[in-house]
């Protein structure tokens, strides 16, 4: 039993405290003496319980240095306004696109508590004035330098290619008279995917903690995905019809916007009206425009921002063939279904999944080789085409995890794998044995394991 390990009276050890499961927020604890690390404080995705109370594992807040944040998507950063309002008063280490990015996301999720107060007068969540509280106490670093924490440890930040402004740590410590150096992957990108640029391999260390979202995977190659998805473009257009997009609006609603724009730019497909329909995507935006690399914003090729629904409703009814970009991935909620009702029952139009479905997504019904599908309170014949276009994923696949950890393999004591369902986590850990890892881990829930 790994546990009885902890029996070493001061050795360093991670405390697995969500993301051992695919369902839970991503929050791992790193302790030596009285130092207390937290890497992440992500939420549970589909809780509508979010609150994880630090206090229930018996860790107060305020006894917690420091925390250093992989990424703005939610399952790893949607529960800091909580250890703040709980009493977290250190530095939560970032890069600077990470700080804005998190400051947009969490405000929207403090947007949606406050409208819940206001409609049922009961406190849902954390407001608006938390965020604020929350991001003051941020600290950015930039890729690669050398960061010292607290005099306690030094950081250096990688790029992983995952999210704009996402990263791994590489941390170095002493104690007891003997260096330690952890590493925590956060979310990891993949290689020749547009806008986030390549990984970097993760460096050796006594412990790795790695994502493992699709360690028993292969994706769709980037040129499969192009293919697909223009000869999708061109088929909806002879048909004089639509192509509706839903997309998450942190990341994907960016890449496909790209993508499109730099297809009609270089005669990849004929140039049509882009829209897109989703608020939370268009302040993100802003954030693109001041972070991201010039590739990004040079293409000549415009697009609108659909601001009321009256607009949406205005451009979706119009008989033009267009492309419109909607917020909500998997179909579920988001402005995607204002105009999937519309088009639904339509074969001159298209549907490109353009995201994972989970499967009892709308967006999965939709895939499914039924001619109806079930929401809003009636059946819907379903007449659109829909297609599931695979290769945007921004997780790396099994071979770019075996790519990026290939170096650290002879040199490391303990690799940890976290963030991906059972048969993920088993495949990539046969394989990470077969690159030469003596010491492959799945921890489970509060789970303590020593450096
Ligand atoms: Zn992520």
Request: aromatic share 8%.
């Amino acid at each position: 039993m790994i546990n009885s390990e902890s029996a070493v009276i001061g050795q360093p050890s991670v405390r697995f405290l969500g993301g051992t499961e695919s369902i839970l927020g991503s929050m791992y604890l790193l302790e030596f003496g009285s130092h207390r690390f937290l890497f992440d404080c992500g939420r549970e995705i589909h809780s509508r319980f979010p609150r994880t109370g630090l206090r229930s594992f018996g860790i107060d807040p305020a006894s917690i240095d420091a925390v250093f944040l992989s990424h703005s998507h939610v399952d790893h950063c949607g529960n800091l306004p909580y250890l703040v309002s709980e009493g977290f008063i250190g530095p939560v280490y970032c890069t600077p696109a990470t700080r804005d990015l998190t400051e947009v996301v969490l405000l929207d999720s403090a947007r949606i508590h406050e409208n819940e107060f206001a409609r049922t007068g009961r406190p849902s969540g954390f407001d608006s004035a938390d965020v604020e509280d929350t991001i003051e106490q941020f600290v950015t670093v930039d890729y690669e330098s050398e960061t010292d924490v607290l005099r306690i440890a030094k950081i250096r930040l990688l790029h992983s290619a995952h999210v704009l402004g996402s990263c791994m740590f590489q941390l170095d410590f002493d104690w007891n008279g003997k260096s330690y150096r952890f590493v925590f992957t956060g979310d990891m990108g993949r290689f020749g995917l547009p806008i986030v640029g390549e990984p970097t391999s993760v460096p050796s260390a006594d412990m790795i903690v790695c994502e493992s979202t699709y360690g028993g995977r292969i994706h769709d190659s980037f040129q499969e995905t192009i293919e697909q998805f223009t000869s999708l473009i061109k088929r909806t257009v002879e048909r004089q019809g639509k192509v509706l997009v839903p997309a998450f609006s942190l990341g994907r609603t960016h890449l496909v916007l790209h993508c499109l724009r730099h297809w009609m730019a270089t005669g990849l497909v004929p140039e049509l009206p882009i829209y897109i329909d989703s608020p939370l995507a268009q302040v993100i935006e802003e954030v693109y425009q001041e972070h991201q690399s010039a590739d990004y914003l040079t293409s000549g090729i415009e697009f609108e921002w659909l601001e009321s629904k009256d607009d949406a409703w205005y451009r979706t009814t119009q008989r033009e063939s267009s492309i419109i970009i909607a917020s909500g991935g998997m179909c579920e909620g988001g402005r995607i279904l204002d105009h999937l009702k519309v088009h639904i029952d339509d074969p001159r139009c298209s549907l490109a999944l353009v995201s994972h479905q989970s499967p009892n997504s709308i967006g999965a019904q939709m895939l499914a080789p039924t001619p109806k599908v079930r929401f809003h309170g009636r059946e819907w014949n379903k007449w659109i085409e829909v297609a599931k276009i695979g290769g945007f994923s921004g997780h790396a696949d099994t071979d770019d995890l075996k790519r990026l950890l290939a170096d650290a393999a002879s040199d490391t004591g303990k690799i940890c794998l976290v963030h991906g369902e059972t048969l993920q986590k088993e495949t990539l850990e046969q394989e990470l044995k077969k690159l030469g890892f003596n010491n492959v881990l799945v921890p489970s829930f509060d789970q303590r394991i020593d450096l």
